[in-house]
């Protein structure tokens, strides 16, 4: 037998000297230019009936070659300097990978490879989507006649070219200053979602706090931006507690989004909450729809009635947002499809204590998003609130409802656009 196997080396040895490129299936040469071609059959067209099975890897970061290197017993990974040559010397490595999870919208298995930075895609994204004027590109979907919206959170810096205003707008943590009984001065600002349990992150040290955004920025938990920021500080409409937006009371309001998208109102926001709700098959994976009522249009969007519906887990992703750990005996429950509308509960900074704005971080519990409405409480039209959308952590007793409410204009929130109507 050992003497076999010597053989058999010693034959392998000589047809890998003869042949330096490798035809597995047959004995014989592969085409010119190929250095491994497989192949059961010697037909120049179809000569297989079986495939290539990539190995099943359980990617768990974008921006590293892990599991690859996790754990790294002989520490070739663990400095910037070593980190740079091995990502180098990986560039094209390819698995199938199997974490759904890995980017933030749940459709993350499938073949991957190695760029040199990063994983990418292989079958990447072939619905609709629209550029940002940063270059950024961003997946959108249709909601029936609720109409197209970006399923991504917005990152925009710079306002396109046919908004109200224009520029870039400079970091912040609170959206409103000189706050007192009768005056108040917005703030165009935007800042980065932080996990202050991670980084410590509200020390007032901006540098400090952008940490966990440089990090994770590539798994779409996009940017907080104050109100005045998000509209250009321009309200679409005037929406009063306890009465329902008109039937077409749509956004008119661009503020940071591209150009040919809006801010969107509260009745835009309305229209996508009934739509997903009484045709969840078609977002979700859930498929016995909901019945709308009313009152989730007309409810005060104080304490009493804050969070209201049942359509909050048909909204949220299936995955957890990036650097967040569920807490031990929980289970999250998110129902969005990738190609639903995938709300990540990133958080939202700016709750006031008396008049002072204090920065607080909510990253992992809760996704708080702006309108473009203005609010009319108790029959005065409010200078320091307008309405907003919230969503509690799908694990949560409150993470099956939607909050509908007024959102102080000094907190900084998520942003997504919708398309413009004609």
């Not at 690859?68 to 094209?92: I, R, V």
């Not at 490595?93 to 994983?119: A, E, F, I, P, R």
């Not at 098959?281 to 209201?308: A, H, K, M």
Request: hydrophobic residues 30%; negative net charge.
């Amino acid at each position: 037998m050992k003497s076999l196997f010597i053989l058999s080396l010693l034959i392998f040895l000589n047809t890998a000297i003869l042949y330096s490129q490798v035809t597995i299936g047959l004995e014989e040469a592969p085409e010119t230019g190929a250095l491994l071609q497989l192949k059961e059959e010697n037909l120049s067209g179809e000569n297989s009936a079986k495939g290539l099975v990539l190995p099943r890897v359980q990617l768990t970061d974008i921006n590293n070659l892990y599991p690859m290197f996790s754990p790294d017993p002989d520490n070739k990974y663990d400095t910037p300097e070593k980190k740079s040559e091995q990502d180098a010397l990986h560039t094209g490595l390819v698995v199938y990978n199997m974490n759904q999870c890995l980017g933030y919208t749940g459709d993350s298995k499938g073949v991957h490879t190695w760029n040199g930075n990063k994983w990418i895609k292989l079958n990447k994204w072939t619905g609709s989507t629209v550029k940002g004027i940063s270059g950024r590109v961003y997946k959108t979907a249709t909601f029936g006649t609720a109409g197209e919206w970006m399923i991504e959170n917005l990152e925009e810096t710079t306002y396109d070219t046919q908004a109200e205003v224009q520029g870039t707008i400079p970091t912040g943590r609170v959206g409103a200053s000189n706050i007192t009984s009768t005056t108040i001065t917005l703030e165009k600002v935007y800042y980065f979602p932080t996990n202050p349990v991670d980084y410590g992150a509200h020390t007032g040290v901006i540098a400090h706090d952008r940490i966990f955004y440089d990090k994770y920025k590539d798994y779409g938990i996009g940017l907080y931006y104050s109100w005045a920021a998000a509209s250009a500080g321009v309200y679409s409409d005037i929406v009063e507690s306890g009465v329902a937006p008109g039937p077409d009371q749509y956004s008119t309001v661009q503020g940071i989004c591209p150009n040919g998208w809006r801010l969107p109102s509260d009745r835009d926001w309305l229209d996508l909450e009934k739509q997903i709700l009484e045709h969840p098959e078609l977002y979700t994976t859930q498929t016995t729809p909901g019945v709308w009522d009313n009152s989730y249009e007309t409810n005060s969007g104080e304490l009493d009635d804050y969070f209201r519906g049942t359509a909050g887990h048909l909204f949220e992703s299936q995955c957890t947002p990036v650097g967040y750990t569920l807490p031990s005996g929980t289970t999250y429950k998110g129902f969005s499809k990738f190609t639903g509308f995938n709300v990540l509960e990133v958080g939202y900074m700016g709750s006031p204590t008396g008049t002072i704005p204090q920065p607080q971080s909510y990253y992992g519990s809760f996704a708080s998003f702006w309108t473009s409405s203005n609010v009319k409480l108790r029959g005065t039209v409010s200078d320091r609130s307008v309405w907003g959308r919230g969503f509690s952590s799908a694990d949560t007793p409150n993470g099956n409802k939607i909050a509908r409410g007024a959102q102080a204009i000094w907190q900084l929130q998520t942003v997504r656009c919708v398309k413009a109507r004609n």
